[in-house]
């Protein structure tokens, strides 16, 4: 029964960890485009004597309200989704027609803490690249938008490539997740649980690369027979391929975690 249950448990693991990196990158994506929306209040604050520190400071107010709440929270409401589906047909066997009993442990909230961290993180990132914004920047930002992200600069979408590449190889020589431990008992690989989860933001990184090149090849090469407001278009998002890029990488992200789920 015991190895039955790890064979089950493989792919529920598999499924939340990609599961919860679609998620934090979603909050990240939010949080980017709305540190982005006040990047020009933030250089005007820095223009009349406000430090780094200062608007740092912010950031780290709103995403330490999120996070506690979220951590205070998340358990209750986890624990009353979960209940009410005891009143579904699929769980009526199981329930005798009522709520489903749930037991909230400080495991709930242990885990529900480390959600609350990673998503505090997840919400200071922008605030901190916004922070360094002054005057100047931002009027050259906003007439030569940047053409790459911060993966892209110090390439760490190759890095992430060649990571699931060598994580792909020891699958592939060990055969499954499944492996042994020092006692010999079978034990979960927990490295090998993310492969899945590093393959497809390796690929999503990789597509995302090449996103530009391919719309300025389809601007010159249709030129000829779009209309002007189409081609103008193409290349306005070939011009500046950030913001498209972190809509691209959520959709990508979620289609490969739908094609996985079915």
């Keep these: 029964y015991d190895k039955r249950l790890m064979f089950t448990k493989v792919p529920i693991f598999v499924f939340l960890i990609m599961i919860t990196i679609v998620a934090l990158y979603y909050l990240g994506t939010l949080s980017s485009l709305l540190t982005d929306g006040q990047r020009s209040e933030i250089a005007l604050l820095r223009s009349r004597g406000a430090s780094t520190q200062q608007i740092l400071s912010l950031y780290s107010i709103q995403g330490a309200i999120v996070s506690i709440v979220s951590i205070a929270l998340g358990p209750l409401l986890a624990a009353i989704a979960i209940s009410s589906l005891g009143f579904t047909p699929a769980f009526s066997d199981l329930s005798v027609s009522g709520a489903l009993p749930v037991r909230i442990t400080v495991s709930s909230y242990l885990m529900s803490g480390i959600g609350g961290f990673c998503t505090f993180i997840v919400m200071l990132i922008p605030g901190i690249q916004s922070s360094r914004a002054n005057t100047n920047l ?29 994580l792909f190889n020891q699958l592939a020589q060990q055969g499954s997740m499944l492996g042994t431990n020092l006692v010999g008992e079978a034990a979960m690989n ?22 530009p090149i391919l719309l300025k090849l389809m601007s010159v090469i249709f030129s000829q027979w779009l209309s002007a407001g189409f081609v103008i278009a193409l290349w306005h ?11 691209s ?6 289609g490969g975690l739908a094609i996985f789920s079915s």
Excluded: G
């Excluded at 927990?190 to 996103?211: C, D, H, T």
């Excluded at 998002?237 to 809509?247: C, D, F, G, I, K």
């Excluded at 990488?249 to 979620?254: A, G, H, M």
């Design 138 to 166: 931002q009027r050259q930002e906003t007439s030569r938008p940047p053409t790459a992200n911060t993966f892209q600069k110090y390439y760490l979408d190759l890095v992430f490539l060649i990571i699931s590449i060598f």
């Design 190 to 211: 927990q490295i090998l649980l993310a492969v899945p989860a590093f393959i497809l933001i390796a690929l999503a990184m990789i597509l995302l690369r090449l996103l």
């Design 237 to 247: 998002m070939s011009r500046n391929p950030t913001h498209y890029a972190r809509l």
């Design 249 to 254: 990488l959520l959709l990508i992200l979620v």
